[in-house]
Nanobody
Framework: QVQLMESGGGLVQAGGSLKLSCVGS????????MGWYRQADEKQRDLVAF???????NYADSVKGRFTISRGSAENLVYLQMNSLKPEDTGVYYC?????????WGKGTLVTVSS
């Protein structure tokens, strides 16, 4: 099992920045990808960005050029730098990790962008 804990959410004005962090614990060896999803209100949980162990990165079109995902020096860390935030970026951001084909999720951190 992998446990994930997010931090860094909060309230920010449109145009501002936030940096989210996620740390994994437990069976963190052989994690092959980590990333971020977000869920606004009662909508579905959508991919924001992910990064694989071989460095492949994918972003949702809505965040390209504004968000940057990165892995920490340790394999159990992932970050999301969010710049030029918009009200539509508001939502609960969930960290996820994939290990041997199984997805693990954090409990989420709330990001609120005011207009």
């Amino acid at each position: 099992q992998v446990q994930l804990m997010e931090s860094g959410g909060g309230l920010v004005q449109a145009g501002g920045s936030l940096k989210l962090s996620c740390v994994g614990s437990g069976s963190i060896f052989s994690i092959n990808a980590m990333g971020w999803y977000r869920q606004a209100d009662e909508k579905q949980r959508d991919l924001v960005a992910f990064v694989t162990n071989n460095g492949r990165i994918n972003y949702a079109d809505s965040v390209k050029g504004r968000f940057t995902i990165s892995r920490g020096s340790a394999e159990n860390l992932v970050y999301l730098q969010m710049n030029s935030l918009k009200p539509e970026d508001t939502g609960v951001y969930y960290c996820y990790a994939n290990r041997y084909g199984t997805d693990f999720w954090g409990k989420g951190t709330l990001v609120t962008v005011s207009s």
